[in-house]
């Protein structure tokens, strides 16, 4: 089992900055890809970015240019700048993460952002 632990968000003015951290415990070894994923009320639920074990990284239209994911494979965490922050992404931030073995997916419990206007 994998237990994430999310942490950084909070309340910012559009054009601002903030940066969320994921520390993940247990099975470390097993985990495959990380990312996070957001859910806004009365939206759909989007991902937001995820990277590979590898490095690769794959982020949505929305974010594209504006968000940076990273991670830090010694320290079992992963990394969301995010820049340039608009009120469209004021949600709830989740980590995630998913087993090599299985392919089972674990989930943080979540960091409110809030960009106000």
């Known amino acids: 089992q994998v237990q994430l632990v999310e942490s950084g968000g909070g309340l910012v003015q559009a054009g601002g900055s903030l940066r969320l951290s994921c520390a993940a415990s247990?099975?470390?070894?097993?985990?495959?890809?990380m990312g996070w994923y957001r859910r806004a009320p009365g939206k759909q639920g989007e991902l937001v970015a995820q990277i590979s074990s590898g490095g690769n990284t794959n982020y949505a239209d929305s974010v594209k240019g504006r968000f940076t994911i990273s991670r830090d494979n010694a320290k079992n965490t992963v990394y969301l700048q995010m820049n340039s922050l608009k009120p469209e992404d004021t949600a709830v931030y989740y980590c995630i993460a998913d087993l090599k073995s299985t392919g089972q997916d674990y989930w943080g419990q979540g960091t409110q952002v809030t960009v106000s206007s």
């Open positions: 247990g099975s470390t070894f097993n985990i495959n890809t």
